[in-house]
């Protein structure tokens, strides 16, 4: 039987993943799909239309219609691979402008969201997801597509849990006060 704790998660769940889904301001990037792709196109440039699925969890045919979708969309473009059978994806200046414009408002839903704690219960709050989210995170391909929105910076400087349990390096430690 679900406890009450679950619930609130998967309630929290729900409410991020619906405000997100509502940031939608270009139709190629309605759903995550197409928006997780566009995000992991800036994350890695001119990776391969292959190492970019892994990071959202596409098929290849899923993922080349992805693609396809943000390139008539005027927001990615195809550049030659390191072979003849591969491409290599960049962002356009609008796809870049588009990256920025949902990072934005993705930060501003989650700042929302967080800042109805104070001080102590974030940093609660903190520790309790660095423990989850290091002990859930299974193997490379599931590390790319959990941070696929992620914000590099200020979890790579302070010890990110999915990318230490994926290199195998020890959980890290929450934020200092």
């Not at 993922?63 to 943000?70: G, K, Q, S």
């Not at 002990?135 to 597509?145: F, P, V």
Request: glycine residues 6%; hydrophobic residues 45%; aromatic residues 2%.
């Amino acid at each position: 039987m679900t406890q009450r704790t679950e619930n609130l998660l998967g309630a929290l769940a729900v409410l991020v993943m619906d405000d997100m889904v509502a940031l939608d301001s270009v139709a190629a990037l309605a759903g995550p799909t197409a928006r997780a792709m566009l995000n992991a196109i800036g994350q890695y440039p001119d990776a391969s239309i292959e190492l970019l699925r892994d990071a959202v969890a596409l098929s290849h045919p899923a993922a080349v219609r992805a693609v396809a979708a943000l390139v008539d969309a005027g927001l990615v473009e195809k550049r030659p691979g390191v072979d003849k059978r591969s491409v290599a994806l960049a962002l356009t200046d609008a796809g870049r402008r588009e990256v920025a414009a949902l990072q934005r408002a993705r930060d501003a839903l989650l700042t929302r969201i967080v800042g109805h704690l104070d001080g102590n219960e974030r940093q609660q709050l903190e520790a309790l997801l660095i423990k989850v989210l290091w002990h859930e995170t299974r193997d490379a391909a599931q590390a790319m597509q959990l941070c696929r929105f992620c914000d590099d910076g200020p979890c790579l400087k302070a010890g990110c849990p999915i990318e230490c349990r994926e290199t195998g390096l020890p959980m890290p430690a929450g934020s200092a006060p």
